[in-house]
């Protein structure tokens, strides 16, 4: 008589029925995350991955900012100078056509004629405040302010304006314009740049953390398999700690770098000057900036679900 004992087979319908079975919301956790380093290292990960795409990004948005309210500012105004001629009589009948002139010209909203006090403030800085500007052959500014400032003509007023007084001249300021914005593409450039490199840093994290863990865990993966557990149910089962984990990672370095933002557009805003100054925050800005936890959170998930799913495969 044989002393061999039969195990049951398992019905193959049922077993693959077991595998097409989602994880219930209710269920618990059968995969855990290690409770020890690589838990700690991968939420410091994510909470400075966030805290410096935070910083990054608000300086993007800063720039931006800083650049479409300087170019609104810049493009809506103009100046025109006109310099002195030796008799007085003759300077102020000269400036007073040029400023009858203007103020017909189609497009002009306002022509404002700079005091010698305003003059004064802007030639303090190098000369001092001890000079009479009275004495010196300083010409006379006029700030122009036009309405259709994207389809004004510039070269047509220089021609009509050299008619009216050859002592005038147009200061359109489109040269510095497209200085500064050669700048700022650098600017963005560069920090386009940083954000790349820490997305890339904190997915080469994301795939080391959940590789090591689930090679801590390789047993209770077997046993998982062993009940019929499918490579997805796992997966889902380790996203979803990982990004719950994600997300309270990247509320704190959200948080940190909120004042960080603060401090740093304040000290811009002491800095007297006007582009600096025009440097400001608005709803759909902060708003972007605190949906970064939760788009970082949806990083972590893609990646170690992808990262999981690859790893199943290759255990036996």
């Given amino acids: 008589m044989s002393n061999k004992i039969t195990r049951p087979v398992p019905d193959k319908a049922k077993v693959q029925a077991l595998k097409r079975q989602k994880p219930p919301a209710d269920r618990g956790v059968e995969l855990p995350i290690d409770e020890g380093y690589s838990k700690t290292f991968l939420r410091v990960i994510v909470a400075v991955s966030v805290f410096l795409f935070a910083i990054t990004l608000a300086g993007v948005l800063g720039i931006n900012t800083m650049f479409e309210n300087s170019k609104r500012q810049v493009v809506s105004n103009f100046t025109i100078q006109v310099l002195p001629l030796p008799e007085y009589e003759d300077s102020r009948k000269d400036l007073l056509n040029v400023v009858t002139f203007m103020e017909k010209y189609p497009d002009v909203e306002q022509v404002t004629v700079?005091?010698?006090?305003?003059?004064?403030?802007?030639?303090?800085p190098w000369l001092?405040?001890?000079?009479?500007?009275?004495?010196?052959?300083?010409?006379?500014?006029?700030?122009?302010?036009i309405r259709q400032a994207k389809n004004f003509d510039y070269k047509e007023l220089a021609v009509r304006l050299s008619e009216v007084s050859a002592q005038a001249s147009i200061n359109d300021h489109n040269l510095w314009l497209s200085r500064l914005l050669k700048f700022i593409n650098s600017l963005k450039m560069l920090a386009v740049t940083v954000l790349v490199l820490v997305?890339?840093?904190?997915v080469a994290a994301i795939v080391y953390a959940a590789k090591t863990g689930l090679n801590v865990h390789r047993e209770i993966i077997a046993i998982l398999h062993t009940m019929g557990a499918t490579d997805e149910y796992i997966a889902v089962n380790y996203v979803k700690q990982i990004t719950q984990m994600s997300v309270a990672a990247g509320i704190t370095g959200t948080l940190v770098a909120i004042p960080a933002i603060m401090i740093v557009g304040s000290m811009a805003k002491g800095?007297?000057?006007?582009?600096?100054?025009?440097?400001?925050f608005g709803l759909a800005d902060w708003t972007v900036i605190l949906l970064l936890p939760f788009v970082s959170a949806a990083l972590v998930a893609a990646t170690a679900y992808i990262t999981v799913v690859r790893t199943l495969k290759k255990m036996v």
Wanted: glycine letters at 10%; aromatic letters at 2%; one cysteine or more.
């Fill in 114 to 124: 700079l005091s010698d006090q305003e003059l004064r403030g802007l030639l303090e």
């Fill in 128 to 145: 001092g405040n001890n000079v009479d500007i009275e004495m010196l052959p300083i010409p006379k500014l006029l700030d122009v302010k």
């Fill in 199 to 202: 997305a890339g840093a904190c």
């Fill in 271 to 280: 800095i007297e000057a006007g582009i600096f100054n025009a440097v400001t």
